[in-house]
């Protein structure tokens, strides 16, 4: 079992940046691959990024790539989501999300947080 629970988000101008981050529970956090995830307002919800549970290979969705980071420090059981040159399209409530596997599908992940409000204003 896995428990996630995130932070960090809140209210931005356009242009802004914000840390997201993703308390896990559970020794075996490290054998877990960790994603993010996106829902906005009315819309499906969407991969974000990746990690694998070395930490040694991310992936991004091609809307943040080269404005998100995504990192792991698997000894406080926490990942990070460093978003910067907010958009308002990046409005979202953002999941953390625990899987066996390096995927993007949602379907794959086993575990996830309950998500946190993020607000780009323009």
């Known amino acids: 079992q896995v428990q996630l629970v995130e932070s960090g988000g809140g209210l931005v101008q356009a242009g802004g940046s914000l840390r997201l981050s993703c308390a896990a529970s559970?020794?075996?956090?490290?054998?877990?691959?960790m994603g993010w995830f996106r829902q906005a307002p009315g819309k499906e919800r969407e991969f974000v990024a990746y990690?694998?549970?070395?930490?040694?290979?991310?992936y991004y969705a091609d809307v943040v790539k080269g404005r998100f980071t995504i990192s792991r420090d698997n000894a406080k059981n926490t990942v990070l989501l460093q978003m910067n040159s907010l958009k308002p399209e990046d409005t979202a409530v953002y999941y953390c999300?625990?899987?066996?596997?390096?995927?993007?599908?949602?379907?794959?992940?086993?575990?996830w947080g309950q998500g946190t409000q993020v607000t780009v204003s323009s």
């Open positions: 990690i694998s549970w070395s930490g040694l290979s991310t």
């Open positions: 559970g020794r075996t956090f490290s054998s877990y691959a």
């Open positions: 999300a625990a899987s066996r596997y390096s995927t993007s599908r949602a379907d794959d992940y086993d575990y």
